[in-house]
């Protein structure tokens, strides 16, 4: 098993193995659009539920319950508050959480004894807290203003490092991809959006940026003085860095992506912890949509922006005119100029003449 995944990481270095990743950018262009769209309608529809650190409000901890019912919680704030908007959530497997709108010091003094009583605890089992409202909006503005900031800065790092803003601009375009789907998943989902969530939102920007940055890099690399070559466009050598890339991305996502599972599913819903489930959920979508983004949405995304320069046209022409005087002389079909190389061909390999069945 070892032997013939080292087998074909070495079959996609060498071009000897090619998926035509580049050359079917409007099937990934599609897939992205529509995974976008989607995830744009569930903001308009079922919208994100922001946490009370962002809408401001009142918490209740209930320490060791008696019963665990949500129901009861639920029930004991309207029955003080009518307007309190409650909503429960285990938190530990061994509490219960209570937030609510913004309340007065004596409704609040009077739902903590309330919440004792209906949940058979002491008055002591029972903490509140209060988050005013100036100091979500405080959360929700910094919380933006470091994305924005960030978003620029690695922009002209980008800009800068590659020598080309369209890698820099395909490789934003992935990041909104990613983000986009990530909140449209909190929405479908309906959990709450909490500091953690924007932490985590944070995360899978760098993550992600980090992978296509690496595959940008090989696509520098193979690209460098394509111009000077007649044997291959720059989407075949751009593909060829994809694939090059191709094992260390999948290697890459699957050892990052198995511990943050884990993190979800046994620590989120066993454990039920409620920051840990914010900031794997924002994790676990983020850097599953994020390898799919740096693999095949930000290098056919880049490829496309260059294509269109003219350099790149007449490049691509001279490559077509060479491959047609070699296939008149050799009479060998000749491989379509924006698609991948001929399936066994290694890169630059030199096509074989057919030969001729004696008859």
């Given at each position: 098993?070892?032997?013939?995944?080292?087998t074909?990481?070495n079959?996609l270095?060498?071009?000897?193995?090619?998926?035509?990743?580049?050359?079917?950018?409007?099937?990934w262009?599609?897939?992205?659009?529509?995974?976008?769209g989607l995830?744009?309608l569930l903001?308009f529809?079922?919208?994100?539920?922001p946490?009370i650190?962002f809408r401001?409000g009142?918490?209740?901890?209930?320490?060791?319950?008696?019963?665990?019912?949500?129901?009861v919680?639920?029930?004991?704030?309207?029955?003080?508050?009518?307007e309190?908007q409650?909503?429960?959530?285990?938190?530990?497997?061994t509490?219960?959480?209570?937030q609510?709108?913004e309340?007065?010091?004596?409704?609040?003094?009077?739902?903590?004894?309330?919440?004792?009583e209906?949940?058979?605890v002491?008055?002591?089992a029972?903490?509140?807290?209060?988050?005013?409202?100036?100091?979500?909006k405080?959360?929700?503005?910094?919380?933006?203003?470091?994305?924005?900031?960030?978003?620029?800065?690695?922009?002209?790092v980008m800009?800068?490092?590659?020598?080309n803003?369209r890698?820099?601009?395909?490789?934003?375009?992935?990041?909104?991809?990613?983000l986009a789907?990530?909140?449209g998943?909190?929405?479908?989902?309906?959990?709450?959006?909490?500091?953690?969530?924007a932490i985590?939102?944070?995360t899978?920007l760098?993550y992600?940026?980090?992978d296509t940055?690496?595959?940008?890099?090989?696509?520098?690399?193979n690209?460098?003085?394509?111009?000077d070559?007649?044997?291959?466009?720059?989407?075949e050598?751009a593909n060829?860095a994809?694939n090059?890339?191709l094992v260390?991305?999948?290697?890459?996502s699957?050892?990052?992506?198995?511990?943050?599972?884990?993190?979800?599913?046994?620590?989120?819903f066993?454990l039920?912890?409620g920051?840990?489930?914010?900031?794997a959920l924002?994790?676990?979508v983020g850097m599953s949509?994020?390898?799919?983004s740096?693999?095949f949405l930000?290098?056919p995304?880049?490829?496309?922006l260059?294509?269109?320069?003219r350099?790149?046209?007449e490049?691509?022409?001279?490559?077509a005119?060479?491959r047609?005087?070699t296939?008149a002389?050799?009479?060998?079909?000749?491989?379509a100029?924006?698609?991948?190389?001929?399936?066994?061909?290694?890169?630059?390999?030199?096509a074989?003449?057919k030969r001729?069945?004696n008859?």
């Open positions: 098993m070892a032997s013939s995944l080292a074909w990481g079959d270095y060498t071009g000897k193995k090619s998926y035509n990743i580049v050359g079917r950018s409007r099937t262009f599609l897939v992205a659009a529509i995974a976008v995830s744009i903001l529809t079922k919208q994100l539920q946490g650190e401001g009142a918490e209740f901890v209930v320490a060791n319950p008696t019963t665990m019912s949500q129901q919680g639920v029930d004991t704030v309207l029955a003080a508050a009518p309190a409650p909503r429960v959530s285990v938190v530990g497997g509490s219960l959480r209570i609510t709108g309340l007065t010091e004596e409704t609040v003094d009077q739902l903590k004894a309330d919440l004792a209906a949940y058979g002491d008055p002591g029972v903490t509140s807290s209060f988050v005013g409202p100036s100091w979500g405080d959360v929700t503005t910094k919380a933006l203003r470091g994305m924005g900031i960030f978003i620029v800065l690695v922009s002209l800009t800068a490092y590659f020598r803003w890698m820099a601009a395909a490789g934003i375009i992935a990041l909104f991809h990613d789907v990530t909140v998943v909190y929405a479908l989902i309906g959990w709450e959006v909490t500091p953690a969530t985590g939102l944070l899978i760098g992600s940026l980090y940055v690496v595959v940008f890099d090989k696509v520098r690399e690209t460098a003085g394509f111009l070559q007649r044997r291959n466009t720059y989407a050598l060829l994809v090059q890339t260390r991305s999948i290697n890459t699957v050892v990052a992506i198995l511990p943050v599972a884990s993190i979800l599913f046994f620590g989120a066993i039920g912890a920051t840990l489930r914010d900031i924002a994790l676990f949509v994020g390898a799919y740096s693999i930000a290098t995304l880049e490829v496309w260059r294509s269109r320069e350099p790149v046209v490049h691509n022409k001279k490559v005119k060479a047609a005087a296939a002389k050799t009479g060998v079909e000749a491989p100029v924006a698609g991948a190389l001929k399936p066994g061909m290694h890169l630059g390999q030199k074989q003449p001729r069945k008859r």
